[in-house]
């Protein structure tokens, strides 16, 4: 019955990690669920904010600039760290984008400083090689298996090298761009319910079909198997095919 | 290409040639509104009997300046011009400041744009403190009180620090709005409170920790009468006394652009009421807020290049009564290769409002996705890539009202070469 179906959605630190339209990937989670009538409730955590498991079907965490991101970060490991890995490890989806999407790992190592200890939530390390080395940057499309070998397509920017542990898979294989590290040809990561991911452009407007994946892991927690109604996706199929083309994929 | 060519044979060209303006030379720096500063800077020193140098809209890296100087000397080194008014390119500011040595530099604004050319707007301020430590302590420093981050850079210069602001509440928008950048203390990381936001992070602000707050403007404006699309009008209130100015520069970002270049040319000790006739004979600088006949009917020429920029734009053209708007978004270098940005921008604003919206550029897909998601009805929204032809389809459907055409900066290059092309507008901006 999804007349009587409830969406909660988390959206960790809008103010301070919210670097590439992020709101867009809220924007379609809620636009798509609603679309098919499903109740949806976003709520925006922000520092100091305690994070209750079980309140949240879904926890999006964007990215930022690095003096924002250390404030996210500290705030993440002080205070939301052991609830956001209960809430993970009792099935609530977890997608965190570039800078969020380094703080899941072990740590993020930066050119020059301290590591950035991370959540662990994800098996990656990621680290900056160096001043001089070249910020990964530009249109990206990749393959994810998860999609049945469809396409993600996305924008991608960030300094950081992130290699991937035993414990996570990537999201998918680079068809054109950079991805993890710019070398072995990874993009993202994906352990259970929580995916990480240097695609923004927004990610999910642009992939309806990810956006979907997600929905329907979200509900399942509280809601079952649930199979979503057909959405009409023109608009956003002519914008896919136009940025796979646009990134010479 | 001229300025290339000379820094190959002396590449101390720029600071050579620099030396000789006789009145120095002043640097406008800042996402939004160089062009516009710089030229109304320009137009009044012209007004007070001063010569100007400047380089071309949009060419402000080194190579421009240097072109620019050159351009503007006899064989023999000569300058041809009294006060150099250049706009650099906010990254730029720490290569090409040291060769102009500076006597006023003015900061603007620091607005997210082009993140994958720039980095961060923090990296962008942290190269302004490394210029302004370099920088003359003789020479003024003109920055924008209301840019919490803009006057942290600007209030650490020893020397002559001219902040300017707005002191209107009326022109308050209430609550910060999505594109707000720099809601954090700089200090000590705690989110800013503030009595007014003017747009974007714009305002008046405090930190509540460590009192950090907004320098009272030394040149302000108050009593603020916004006539929409038609300009503003204000009191400008500065050190020399106050005049009541009318622009017909429209929106409240364009007061900070009137404030900015007022600031610079008293600095200069051109009179009062010099600048004030200047403030109200200054034409705006290409597609900033142009207005153009196609087929007959009136357009209005906005460029749109960034989230606080764009969501300025919809502000205004909402005051006015067109119903049709051309928007082209390209992703070129120039206008930043990440796109993502769209989603930034308050395009809900819009829902409602237009009986048709034409997409067109290099993304014009990823537009027409987003105006899906901001509610305006599909129904409502052609995707024309060719913007040849997207302009055919705008003017089209226009019902006498005006026309708005909302294109990023290579979308503007084209489209005023079709209108060149269509003898609608002269090559003037090129100058």
Redesign the interface.
């Given at each position: 019955m999804i007349a009587d179906m409830d969406l909660r959605i988390a959206h960790l630190y809008p103010d301070l990690l919210n670097l590439y339209g992020d709101r867009g990937n809220l924007m379609t989670l809620a636009g798509r669920a609603r679309w098919r009538g499903i109740d949806v409730r976003i709520d925006e955590l922000r520092l100091g904010d305690p994070l209750r498991p079980g309140a949240h079907d879904l926890y999006f965490i964007g990215g930022g600039e690095d003096r924002q991101q250390k404030l996210a970060a500290d705030d993440l490991r002080g205070v939301k760290a052991e609830a956001l890995q209960q809430a993970a490890a009792e099935g609530a989806v977890v997608l965190a984008v570039c800078g969020g999407y380094q703080l899941l790992g072990h740590y993020y190592r930066p050119s020059e400083g301290d590591d950035l200890k991370g959540l662990g939530l994800l098996d990656l390390t990621t680290e900056h090689p160096g001043p001089r080395a070249p910020r990964l940057i530009g249109n990206i499309v990749i393959r994810s298996p998860l999609l049945g070998g469809a396409t993600l397509v996305g924008f991608e920017n960030h300094g950081g090298r992130t290699r991937l542990g035993a414990g996570a898979r990537p999201l998918g294989d680079v068809v054109s761009g950079f991805g993890n590290n710019g070398t072995d040809r990874t993009e993202g990561a994906v352990a259970g319910h929580v995916y990480g991911t240097y695609l923004h452009g927004p990610l999910l407007p642009k992939n309806p079909r990810f956006a979907d994946h997600l929905i329907t892991s979200a509900l399942r927690r509280r809601h079952g198997d649930v199979a979503l109604a057909v959405l009409d996706d023109r608009v956003e199929d002519v914008a896919h095919k136009a940025a796979v083309a646009r990134a010479g994929a | 290409m001229p300025g290339r060519i000379a820094r190959g044979i002396a590449p101390d060209v720029t600071s050579r040639l620099a030396r000789r303006l006789r009145h120095g030379t002043v640097i406008v720096t800042g996402t939004n509104g160089k062009t516009t500063t710089s030229r109304l800077i320009s137009h009044v020193l012209g007004l007070g009997a001063m010569s100007s140098v400047h380089n071309r809209a949009g060419a402000n890296l080194a190579a421009g300046i240097a072109a620019a100087l050159v351009q503007r000397s006899t064989v023999l080194g000569r300058v041809r011009g009294d006060v150099g008014v250049f706009e650099v390119d906010e990254a730029t500011l720490p290569v090409v400041q040291p060769s102009l040595s500076p006597r006023a530099v003015v900061l603007t604004n620091l607005f997210?744009d082009q993140?994958?050319r720039y980095?961060?707007?923090?990296i962008v301020a942290s190269r302004w403190r490394s210029a302004l430590r370099e920088l003359d302590p003789s020479a003024a420093v003109v920055f924008n009180a209301d840019d919490p981050l803009v006057s942290d850079v600007g209030g650490q210069h020893p020397g002559v620090r001219i902040p300017f602001g707005i002191d209107d509440d009326s022109c308050g928008l209430g609550t910060l709005e999505?594109a707000a950048d720099a809601?954090?203390c700089y200090r000590c990381?705690i989110?800013y409170r503030y009595s007014t936001v003017y747009f974007g992070h714009m305002g008046v602000y405090r930190c509540e920790q460590c009192g950090a707050s907004r320098p009272a403007p030394s040149v302000a404006a108050t009593a603020v009468v916004n006539h929409g699309l038609e300009g503003i009008e204000f009191d400008l209130n500065t050190p020399e006394g106050a005049v009541r100015v009318r622009s017909p520069l429209p929106g409240v970002y364009n007061i900070h652009n009137v404030l900015a270049a007022a600031a610079s040319c008293l600095y200069l000790r051109i009179p009062l009421e010099t600048i004030a006739r200047g403030i109200g004979t200054f034409s705006p600088a290409f597609g900033r807020a142009e207005r153009v006949q196609l087929n007959g009917r009136p357009a209005v020429l906005l460029l749109a290049k960034n989230p606080a920029g764009f969501n300025e734009v919809l502000r205004t053209l909402l005051r006015a009564e067109g119903q049709t708007a051309l928007i082209a978004i390209n992703?070129l270098t120039a206008d930043g290769?990440?796109?993502?940005?769209?989603?930034?921008v308050d395009f809900e604003m819009l829902t409602g409002r237009l009986g048709r919206v034409v997409v067109s550029g290099?993304?014009?897909?990823?537009m027409?996705?987003?105006l899906?998601?901001a509610g305006v009805n599909?129904q409502a929204i052609t995707?024309q890539r060719d913007l040849g032809r997207a302009l055919e389809a705008a003017i089209g459907a226009t019902d006498g009202s005006p026309l708005y055409i909302l294109p990023t900066y290579t979308a503007m290059l084209q489209l005023r070469k079709i209108l060149q092309q269509k003898g609608i507008v002269s090559g003037f901006w090129e100058d």
């Open positions: - | 997210r993140l994958d980095g961060e707007i923090d999505h809601r954090y990381g989110p992703d290769r990440d796109i993502s940005w769209l989603w930034d290099l993304r014009a897909e990823d027409a996705l987003r899906k998601y599909p995707v």
